[in-house]
């Protein structure tokens, strides 16, 4: 309304003439629905765009008639011009930059196509240099403005994306996360899931023997999520050595060699294939698969596997980072629950226990049953803080980095068994390579509700911890002689359905069968059993 009202002065002022006012009337009329519609697709655009062109055109008339009051040379343009401003600067403002040069370019016709159908004194006004030289002005101001503009957002924009959000931008990542995983086919984040099917569909575009899906675990060490193939293989995991595989990782590319990627593979003819999995610029994963043969995998044969593992890097990518942020989050939470039970209950318990010392120590001498039940509770208090501590030990334990799976289940054997009076016997086998983190919790986990169950509910004094880890195959088992348990069904029991669940987070198998002559055996295996040396086997028995 302000620029309308001053081109309108500034015009009447240069042609003295109020029928020249209807060039106003009309510009105020073409903005109009912009006005009124300013978030519409398409209203608010083809106003902008209407406007511009009854500029040209105003901008020309004016500049003819002004020729008549004695201002020559085109010059009365700039009497209207000044209204550019206002359909440019609406599209920086709403971040429309290519509408606003668009914007220009249309005003910048129209006043050269009117300017050559205008006649003044007898001549095009086209050839008027003051009128071009007008025109030429406004459009650079208002191109710079535009520019301006654009730089100013750029970098308010960067200073914004400068200043720490970590909460904001984490919900908006996690909501997203959450609504994408509702999207994928089966509804799957899941690593060794991801990677297996993968080595199927490798197998269908080149020939393979055995393969694996390698990811790192830290250390500069990889862990195998998925293999295939008739034999285990104890595939090479270290990025240290000098191998194919390291150097696929380093360089990125597809690396193709005519030695097994196995520590200890037969001599013999072998092709093998070791392609990285990319996602962005950061390297994943790696695919190896090997065939029994010379020369198995030529160029044409790299391009169809590289043009799988492709889309699988960004999928493996995602259900890692997945795996991650769940990680995080149960650990988190098991923190929070652990801080509540000490602060919270097991205060109160101990604040009681005080109370019954209190009253034991001034009871009368007279009162003999009355001090029977006091040291009754005394020894039922000491009962619920042992299993709170115990709660508190098993929600802090975690699978050391450096000391492994095998060590946490020990550990945590030996405390619970040292509580409830039970003789542990354990049996560790575990390999120097490590499972998937987010692997290694959950078999702790269920390791951990298999003991607790024995001391709590089976009335044992043995109890029988094994570990055997040799990834992807790991194996927990723990047994008691307790008195079993009996026609439960297991489904029916809310720790075994526990149990189950997180084995079958993790693709395992949970077995739960009775021990002979008593008592009861729940084990967990992950993975197909490893081909042992059975010279190696009998070596170890008759060692143990």
């Known amino acids: 309304m302000v620029l309308l009202a001053l081109v309108a002065a500034l015009t009447l002022f240069a042609t003295r003439d109020a029928t020249q006012l209807w060039w106003i009337a009309l510009l105020g009329v073409a903005g109009l629905p912009a006005v009124l519609a300013p978030q519409h697709r398409l209203l608010a655009p083809i106003s902008r765009f209407a406007e511009v062109v009854v500029l040209g055109l105003a901008a020309s008339q004016v500049a003819a008639d002004t020729h008549l009051t004695g201002v020559t040379g085109g010059l009365g343009a700039s009497a209207v011009l000044p209204y550019l401003a206002v359909p440019v600067t609406v599209t920086a403002l709403r971040r429309r930059f290519r509408e606003g040069a668009a ?36 459009l650079i101001l208002a191109g710079l403005g535009l520019y301006t ?25 996690l ?37 694996a899906v390698l990811s790192a675990s830290g250390g500069g060490r990889l862990v195998v999520l998925a293999q295939i193939g008739a034999d285990r293989v104890d595939w090479e995991t270290t990025l240290d050595a000098d191998s194919a595989i390291a150097d696929a990782w380093a360089s990125q590319q597809p690396t193709t060699s005519a030695r097994s990627q196995a520590r200890s593979r037969q001599s013999g003819e072998v092709s093998a294939l070791i392609v990285p999995l990319v996602a962005g610029v950061r390297t994943v994963g790696l695919v190896v698969v090997e065939a029994d043969t010379a020369h198995a995998y030529p160029p044409p044969v790299v391009s ?26 149960t650990n988190e939470e098991r923190q929070r629950l652990a801080r509540e039970i000490h602060d919270g209950v097991a205060q109160e318990l101990v604040m009681v226990g005080y109370g019954i010392d209190n009253a034991l120590a001034t009871v009368h001498d007279d009162a003999e049953e009355t001090a029977d039940s006091l040291r009754t509770l005394r020894q039922e208090v000491t009962r619920v803080i042992t299993e709170l501590r115990l709660s508190l030990f098993e929600l802090r334990s975690e699978v050391d980095r450096h000391g492994g799976l095998a060590a946490a289940i020990a550990e945590y054997a030996r405390t ?3 509580s409830g009076g039970l003789r542990v016997h354990l049996s560790l086998d575990e390999s120097t390579a490590r499972l998937p983190a987010a692997t290694e919790a959950e078999l702790l986990r269920i390791a951990q509700e298999a003991v607790t169950n024995a001391r709590k509910h089976a009335g044992a004094a ?10 992807p195959y790991a194996q927990i088992e723990v047994s008691d002689d307790g008195h079993g348990i009996g026609d439960q069904r297991p489904d029916g029991h809310y720790g075994l359905a526990i149990m189950a669940e997180r084995a079958e987070r993790i693709r395992g198998r949970l077995e739960i069968r009775p021990r002979q002559p008593s008592g009861t055996t729940v084990a967990v295996v992950l993975g197909s059993s490893p081909r042992r040396d059975k010279v190696r086997g009998s070596a170890a028995a008759e060692g143990e």
């Not at 220009?104 to 008027?128: I, K």
């Not at 100013?152 to 990542?173: F, H, I, M, S, W």
């Not at 509702?182 to 080595?199: F, N, Y």
């Not at 043009?307 to 989050?329: M, Q």
């Open 462 to 471: 043995n109890l029988w911890v094994t570990c055997e880890v040799d990834p």
């Open 304 to 329: 169809r596997v590289t043009a799988l593992t492709g889309p699988a890097a960004l999928r493996l990518e995602a259900a890692l980072l997945f795996d991650e942020v769940r990680s995080l989050a």
């Open 149 to 173: 503009a654009g730089m100013l957002q750029r970098v308010l924009r960067v200073r914004g994306e400068g200043k720490p959000q970590p909460y904001a931008e984490a919900t908006r990542l």
């Open 416 to 418: 619970v068994g040292a």
């Open 103 to 138: 914007l220009l370019v249309v005003v910048a016709a129209t006043l050269l196509v009117s300017a050559a159908f205008t006649e003044v004194g007898g001549e095009p006004q086209l050839g008027q240099p003051g009128y071009l030289a007008v025109c030429a002005q406004w």
């Open 175 to 211: 909501t997203q996360l959450r609504t994408v995983a509702r999207q994928l086919p089966g509804a799957t984040l899941d690593p060794g899931g991801i990677s297996e099917h993968l080595l199927e569909e490798l197998r269908v575009v080149a020939k393979t023997d055995r393969g």
